[in-house]
């Protein structure tokens, strides 16, 4: 095919997007509109600036476009979708209404309150008098956010009465972010790590792309004010497939299924702010388009030619695809302009762009950059980002930094530790280790990492037999104790003896889970686990998922012993299974008094 593209937007983003729909077989020509000095290697840049909706439909119309790619929100708030898809074009992206997720605060937060979206606690108002009286009772434990459209910024986080009611003044009296702040939602304070989730959508499947991580603050630790992005990595460790199917299950599926039943198909990319918080997910906000600048990274891992996967989320047919992933990891350093996010100088000379180009693996997206004569120059807050692939994320991030280290202009500054949280998740040791017979007893294991992760414990995982790979199953508990585990649970279907082998060879504590996957319906898997020589000895629980779950309470019972936070944990759990208890009963009490 010989299509045309337009893709709308000029930051890191779309100059991601840019480079990788050139590499579709079915492009002949891309055009951006505005574009960016970097984006005018690969594309021609059109000057229509990417809110000018009327212009670009013109352009578009005239120069006889086959695919539009939206990349930036505010179009797609004012209902560029919606305009193009009337005049018979196709466009990629959220209609007017579907992006509210991302344009109104207030409408994503009654979306997920509807279909039980795990969100935080809040509110949002119009009047600074009662929303200052709200915000008391969270004692400056609070998020303050303007309802609208902020570029990412309209996010302030509290930890004080005092910054608490700067925020609010600074969003509904000083007016900082304009009309966007003329709404404003009160959240509770979320404790735990953010993270991002995107998937394509076409209003019916939901195909996640890989697991990613943004910095949002302007500095290294975590400090300063936040940004539209720092930095990012993909893959996030602290994502494992435990929690993206959680992920899927509570969030991304539901708010999907609910603008669906509202009449309202969302069709784009779907992306979820997360906070995880051990087992627990909240969802901090939804956009309505790729990240900026977790889009860099990802485009990077994605094999598949991405225009088929656009197309096939405009026309419906996502059901027919997959997503084909790099194994390897890709990290996004931003370089931007001193003073960002505040106040910053414009068209200082970049120096060094062209020492980068021979690093293979290596990208140097454009954000805020525009020519001058035959010099790129700064022309915004976010200028570079410059994205790396590694066989890991250690190797990724050194091969970004060292492309950083070559590129400079007057005031410029970067995080230097974009990437830091990947390398502290991959550097906890697992404290359990979960051996299975089979990759099939995931499914059933999955109830002791949901035990482990809502105790905070870190595990790992390892398929091996104890008869087809007895060796494997022999190494794993010999060098169990050297590697940090305190305990091994051991699970196998049959008559398997893998927990017998487990115990047989190490000195720590072994539960067996057997599993049910014979005509005898697990209780071979069951005598053969129970039925340990003396001296040799297995715990051994329930057959199949209640025996996975209650190996992963025990398991956290063991730890407990010398960890007196998990005791008090495991207080508080056993407190609440007694409260479901009582609350059942209640609930049956009322059933037979009232009928």
């Known amino acids: 095919m010989d299509m045309k593209v337009l893709v709308v937007g000029s930051g890191g983003r779309e100059h991601s997007l840019v480079w990788k729909i050139t590499q579709s077989a079915k492009v002949n020509e891309v055009f951006c509109a505005p574009g960016n000095a970097g984006i005018a290697d690969l594309a021609t840049c059109v000057d229509i600036a990417s809110d000018d909706i009327p212009a670009l439909l013109a352009f578009a119309q005239e120069n006889e476009i086959d695919f539009t790619v939206v990349g930036p929100e505010a179009p797609l708030a004012e209902g560029i979708v919606d305009i193009f898809e009337k005049k018979g074009l196709k466009v990629f992206g959220a209609s007017k209404k579907a992006a509210q997720l991302e344009a109104s605060k207030a409408?994503?937060?009654?979306?997920?309150?509807?279909?039980?979206?795990?969100?935080?606690?809040?509110?949002?108002?119009?009047?600074?008098?009662?929303?200052?009286?709200?915000?008391?009772?969270?004692?400056?434990?609070?998020?303050?956010?303007?309802?609208?459209?902020?570029?990412?910024?309209?996010?302030?986080?509290?930890?004080?009465?005092?910054?608490?009611?700067?925020?609010?003044?600074?969003?509904?009296?000083?007016?900082?972010?304009?009309?966007?702040?003329?709404?404003?939602?009160?959240?509770?304070?979320?404790?735990?790590?953010?993270?991002?989730?995107?998937?394509?959508?076409?209003?019916?499947?939901?195909?996640?792309?890989?697991?990613?991580?943004?910095?949002?603050?302007?500095?290294?630790?975590?400090?300063?004010?936040?940004?539209?992005?720092?930095?990012?990595?993909?893959?996030?460790?602290?994502?494992?497939?435990?929690?993206?199917?959680?992920?899927?299950?509570?969030?991304?599926?539901?708010?999907v299924e609910g603008m669906a039943n509202e009449g309202i198909p969302f069709k784009g990319v779907l992306y979820a702010g997360l906070m995880i918080d051990r087992d627990r997910i909240k969802v901090l906000e939804f956009n309505a388009r790729f990240g900026d600048p977790e889009c860099q990274p990802l485009m990077m891992r994605v094999k598949n030619d991405i225009v088929d996967l656009m197309e096939a989320t405009t026309d419906g047919t996502l059901d027919q695809h997959t997503i084909e992933i790099d194994e390897r990891a890709a990290v996004c350093v931003v370089m931007a302009s001193g003073g960002y996010p505040g106040t910053y100088r414009k068209g200082n000379v970049i120096k060094g762009l062209e020492e980068t180009s021979s690093i293979n693996d290596l990208e140097v997206f454009h954000a805020g950059t525009a020519l001058r004569g035959n010099k790129v120059i700064s022309s915004g807050g976010r200028v570079l980002g410059v994205t790396a692939l590694g066989s890991d994320v250690k190797r990724a991030i050194n091969k970004a930094y060292k492309a950083v280290d070559k590129i400079s202009w007057t005031k410029a500054f970067h995080r230097t530790d974009i990437g830091g949280r990947a390398l502290a998740h991959l550097a906890t040791k697992a404290r359990v280790g979960i051996i299975m017979g089979s990759d099939s007893d995931y499914e059933t294991m999955k109830g002791a990492t949901e035990i482990l992760r809502k105790f905070g414990v870190p595990y790992e995982f390892m398929v091996a037999s104890a008869h087809r790979t007895p060796f494997v199953a022999a190494d794993f508990a010999m060098n169990a104790r050297e590697r940090g585990l305190q305990v091994i649970i051991a699970a196998a279907g049959h008559a398997a003896h893998l927990a017998g082998v487990m115990a047989a060879h190490t000195t720590l504590p072994v539960i067996g889970v057997p599993v049910d996957s014979s005509a005898l319906n697990g209780m071979d898997a069951l005598l053969s686990t129970v039925q340990m020589p003396p001296g040799v000895p297995v715990a051994t629980v329930a057959i199949g998922k209640p025996g996975a779950k209650n190996a992963g309470i025990l398991a956290v019972q063991m730890l407990s012993i010398g960890d007196p936070l998990m005791a008090d944990l495991m207080a508080e759990y056993k407190k609440d299974l007694a409260a479901e208890v009582e609350a059942k009963s209640d609930r049956l009490n009322q059933k037979l008094k009232f009928g």
């Open 107 to 255: 409408f994503s937060k009654k979306i997920m309150n509807r279909y039980g979206v795990p969100t935080a606690t809040g509110r949002s108002f119009t009047s600074y008098d009662t929303a200052a009286k709200y915000m008391a009772e969270f004692e400056g434990n609070v998020v303050v956010k303007a309802d609208g459209l902020a570029a990412g910024k309209g996010v302030i986080v509290c930890s004080t009465p005092k910054e608490a009611d700067a925020a609010l003044k600074e969003i509904m009296k000083d007016k900082a972010f304009g009309d966007a702040g003329a709404r404003v939602v009160i959240e509770e304070r979320l404790e735990g790590e953010e993270v991002s989730f995107l998937a394509f959508t076409d209003g019916k499947t939901v195909l996640p792309l890989p697991t990613s991580q943004d910095h949002k603050r302007a500095f290294d630790g975590d400090q300063g004010p936040n940004t539209g992005g720092m930095g990012a990595y993909s893959p996030a460790p602290i994502i494992d497939k435990y929690m993206h199917d959680k992920i899927m299950k509570e969030v991304m599926i539901p708010t």
